[in-house]
Nanobody, 115 residues
């Protein structure tokens, strides 16, 4: 059973920074692409970033240049460094991966950016 656990969310002022963590059970993070998504109140879930098995990264236009996704295989952890945060970044942030055809999500961590 794959488990993903996010942490690191919180309340921050606009222009501030937060780093989210996604810890996975086992060593799946080193063998699978990991996505970060977010869902703001009243809105559909939005894809944010991906890091592939070979550490290629891609970002949504809305966060490009401000967010950085990275991986520490030794810690089975993927990070999302978020800088220059804006009120519109307020959302619950989720990590997600596919393992052997199954789709796994964490429970999310709340990020609130005050203006």
């Amino acid at each position: 059973q794959v488990q993903l656990v996010e942490s690191g969310g919180g309340l921050v002022q606009a222009g501030g920074s937060l780093t989210l963590s996604c810890v996975a059970s086992g060593s799946i993070l080193s063998r699978n692409a990991i996505n970060w998504h977010r869902q703001a109140p009243g809105k559909q879930r939005e894809w944010v970033a991906i890091i592939t098995r070979d550490d290629t990264t891609t970002y949504a236009d809305s966060v490009k240049g401000r967010f950085t996704i990275s991986r520490d295989n030794a810690k089975n952890t993927v990070y999302l460094q978020m800088n220059s945060l804006k009120p519109e970044d307020t959302a619950v942030y989720y990590c997600q991966t596919f393992v052997r055809g199954n789709n796994y999500w964490g429970r999310g961590t709340q990020v609130t950016v005050s203006s």
